[in-house]
């Protein structure tokens, strides 16, 4: 006789069947007033726009690989005077040209716009990249809020709108910037569906930006074509090959011969050793401290997102892990590296938010009971109030970092600014620097009146910049005086400081006299506080803390001085 086997009918506190189908948001237990549709595109453009506008204006420059390998370059390629670094030797030849180009596409109108203007259209050209990221963020929160819900999308859209790393990198001039838009563009349109799309994006974000950052798209494009394969995988080779021929075509009409910039750079870096301690080593815990800088508690709940994927899983994987995935892949992987630098943490920036919000957004998941979705107990009421909570410390911390930022190292930019002012002085006159060349903010903020700017000696022993020498062909030379050992050159200092008409010098509290110090022979036209990081508590110089950032802090003096006529 057959047994009969009796199944109770299920409860409405029964957890839903599991599925092998991605999660959405339409998974979640809807309320009675029905779903919603997710962000539409204008609030989170509008918000991204507001704050990367804020940031084009109010940005510093970071890292001085940004001025030399970047915007002197394009100063060339814009008014053919700019400086030149051995990256862009032809012997050489490390530097794509093919992005360069993408700029000079806003760079060159905003020079028919603004003629002589040189400081509006290194703005315009940061405009540029503002818009570009605002673009890719705004796929990137309207897709989250699509899949998951409008609530993990709005803590994204804020800790994207206002986190320090955010907020800085996304209108730097850098191939790690570029990557970093293409990782939020291609995350995007993975979690909509668009496998072909993430993978040709990630093939852009690779080539045209930054190819080592290969690593953190790998997540996504593997996925993307065990999707679809064979629509990923033609979008993919597509976009590739076209970048790559496109690329070589014009490094050959910039470099003046056939060679490509992309294969150069990996074979230096990695066939070649590349031999980055040259230019300075790290401990493995750096990106750790840097991380929590940039992103405060958001650095510590992003990391944490594993821990609560055993929770949240029928939530965020696989989609949701994929697309976070990188974050750690790339951590692991460049803190491993000896040669760190802030800038290689960009293409993760945007996961960095995106895997805190879902952490945030899973506290009430951490206590509720699993057998009732609907659980109102008092500590899950108590989670969900953390939740505002966790995030409004985020924020407040991310500008309190932003603010201390801004505010204690933008002398150079603005003191450079003044320049224009001083014309009076003829043309053809020296504007010379010496140890604060690291922090020259580019010729774009350097008058035509000024006949050329020149290194002095202040005990720096690497190899600077030279001026591109149209003389030994322009961008086509191989001048003898590069070289890829960081060695100085005998040419790349000015010995004769009399013919200095103008000097930049920072003054800091030290028990010696600086050139400036010279009343007698110079006088400053310009003079603005610059913060003393070796004299300032960490804490303090860090993160703006209310009556405390200016007092505990130590200040120097950024000036532009003026030689006396004799």
């Not at 060339?76 to 794509?96: N, P």
């Not at 929590?292 to 949240?312: M, R, S």
Request: glycine share 6%.
């Amino acid at each position: 006789m057959a047994l009969a086997v009796r199944q109770r009918r299920p409860l409405p506190s029964d957890p839903p069947p599991s599925s092998s189908e991605p999660y959405t948001k339409l998974d979640k237990p809807q309320k009675s007033d029905g779903g919603d549709e997710g962000f539409g595109w204008l609030l989170p453009f509008l918000a991204l726009g507001l704050l990367r506008y804020t940031s084009a204006t109010s940005n510093i420059i970071h890292d001085c690989d940004e001025v030399f390998n970047y915007w002197e370059p394009l100063h060339y390629l814009l008014y053919k005077t700019g400086f030149q670094t051995w990256e862009y030797s032809s012997q050489f030849a490390l530097r794509s040209y093919l992005y360069l180009l993408f700029h000079e596409i806003v760079g060159r109108p905003a020079t028919w716009l603004y003629g002589e203007e040189k400081v509006r259209v290194f703005y315009a050209v940061r405009f540029f990249l503002g818009l570009v990221s605002v673009i890719t963020d705004t796929v990137l929160v309207v897709a989250v809020s699509r899949k998951y819900g409008k609530r993990l999308a709005s803590y994204a859209l804020a800790m994207l709108c206002l986190t320090s790393g955010c907020f800085f990198a996304s209108t730097s001039f850098l191939p790690s910037s570029f990557s970093m838009y293409a990782m939020s563009l291609a995350s995007g349109l993975f979690l909509l569906d668009k496998p072909a799309a993430a993978v040709a994006v990630s093939a852009i974000g690779v080539i045209l930006g930054w190819p080592f950052s290969i690593l953190a798209f790998l997540p996504v494009t593997l996925y993307s074509l065990s999707r679809k394969f064979k629509r990923a995988f033609i979008a993919g080779a597509v976009t590739s090959v076209i970048l790559l021929a496109l690329s070589i075509v014009i490094d050959f009409h910039y470099y003046g011969r056939w060679t490509s910039s992309v294969l150069n750079l990996l074979i230096y870096n990695v066939a070649g050793g590349g031999e980055s301690h040259l230019y300075g080593t790290e401990g493995p815990l750096y990106y750790l401290r840097n991380g929590f800088n940039n992103f405060n508690f958001c650095f510590v709940l992003a990391l944490l997102f594993l821990g609560i994927l055993p929770i949240a899983k029928k939530k965020y994987a696989p989609d949701l892990l994929i697309v976070i995935s990188p974050l750690y892949i790339w951590l692991g992987f460049m803190s491993l590296q000896p040669h760190k630098e802030e800038r290689f943490l960009y293409p993760i920036y945007p996961l960095i938010c995106l895997a805190a919000s879902a952490v945030i957004e899973s506290f009430p998941d951490l206590f509720r009971d699993k057998y009732d979705p609907h659980d109102s107990s008092i500590i899950v009421k108590v989670a969900k109030v953390m939740r505002p909570v966790v995030l409004s410390l985020i924020l407040y911390a991310s500008h309190a970092r932003t603010f201390s930022l801004i505010h204690g190292y933008s002398a150079p930019l603005e003191v450079y600014k003044i320049l224009e002012h001083h014309d009076d002085v003829g043309n053809g006159t020296v504007l010379c620097v010496g140890s604060e060349w690291h922090r020259y903010p580019s010729s774009f903020f350097v008058p035509d009146y000024v006949g050329e700017v020149r290194w002095i000696d202040d005990g720096f022993r690497g190899l600077l910049p030279f001026q591109f020498n149209s003389t030994l062909g322009g961008t086509a030379a191989a001048p003898p005086y590069f070289n890829n050992k960081n060695m100085a050159s005998d040419e790349q200092y000015l010995h004769d400081i009399d013919a200095c008409t103008f000097l930049v010098e920072l003054q800091l509290k030290r028990p010696y006299l600086t050139r400036g110090s010279d009343l007698s022979k110079w006088e400053a036209i310009a003079a603005l506080p610059y913060l003393d990081r070796e004299l300032s508590p960490a804490l303090y110089r860090s993160f703006f803390i209310p009556y405390l950032w200016q007092d505990k802090n130590v200040f120097g003096m950024y000036k532009l001085l003026k030689r006396i006529p004799t």
